[in-house]
């Protein structure tokens, strides 16, 4: 399975998962040294952290479209709990799990779907060929994506479903990494400060743009909801190009 051999092959998934697992061990040393009474406690926290653990994994569970973006979440949820629990043991427990976590979320990034589905990578001299030029398709729809933001890193598999569902003879997908070309953002007038910005999906009709999600609001800094295939469907309908 997918997801079970990028649990074992990469390093954000591998790492988090060992440091949030060695809670247990630690669990079990505890028992040995502290107080009854400090043992019953700790317990009580950590069936109810337990059950609020499960009931917000069961939501994004419903919600989420993509495994990734469970596991990121499930991971999330997970060193949180390990975090709070942690404090009734020890304090300098507690700021080994929050320093190791740190580490790794510097050192080993949440990857990026690497499959492209039917969208091409493109530069920007070759998007303005793709789009200028006769004989291809009739609309294209961009990606703007820095790969090193969350936000991109989760939807990066919504984009790649997508050109695989929607792609046409009048309808293809690209994407461009801001991070390879920032001074892209100048001309399509895309924010790399303003929250909320990225990704970016401008669609482009006979090299005219059209369309793009989220809107440029510069009154307005409200952030807009997680990108899911749905909210990029119905924002575009795409499926009526």
């Known amino acids: 399975m997918e997801w079970l051999n990028a649990m074992v092959s990469e390093p954000y998934y591998l790492f988090h998962f060992l440091a949030a697992f060695s809670y247990i ?66 304090h300098h427990l507690t700021l080994w799990y929050i320093l190791s976590f740190l ?48 936000s991109c890193i989760r939807a990066s598999r919504c984009f790649a479903e997508l050109s695989i569902t929607y792609s046409n003879k009048n309808l293809s997908f690209g994407i461009i990494d801001l991070g390879l070309f920032p001074n892209v953002v100048d001309k399509f007038g895309i924010s790399l400060v303003t929250t909320g910005q990225l990704p970016t999906y401008i ?7 059209v369309a793009r999600f989220p809107e440029i609001d510069f009154e307005t800094k409200a952030s807009h909801p997680p990108i899911t295939k749905v909210l990029i469907v119905d924002k575009r309908n795409f499926s009526s190009s």
């Open 103 to 150: 580490v790794i979320y510097a050192l080993t990034p949440q990857p990026a779907y690497q499959g492209l589905g039917t969208s091409s990578k493109l530069t920007p001299l070759q998007l303005e060929t793709v789009l200028t030029e006769g004989g291809h398709s009739r609309f294209w729809l961009v990606e703007f994506r820095a790969s090193c933001l969350a």
């Open 203 to 209: 669609l482009f009709e006979n090299a005219t743009e």
């Open 25 to 90: 061990p630690i669990r079990c040393s505890a028992s040995l040294v502290l107080p009854p009474d400090i043992i019953t406690h700790l317990l009580h926290r950590e069936i109810q952290a337990a059950l609020a653990f499960l009931v917000l994994v069961a939501i994004r569970a419903v919600r989420e479209e993509t495994w990734e973006a469970f596991i990121a979440d499930t991971l999330f949820f997970g060193k949180v709990f390990v975090i709070l629990v942690s404090l009734i043991i020890d």
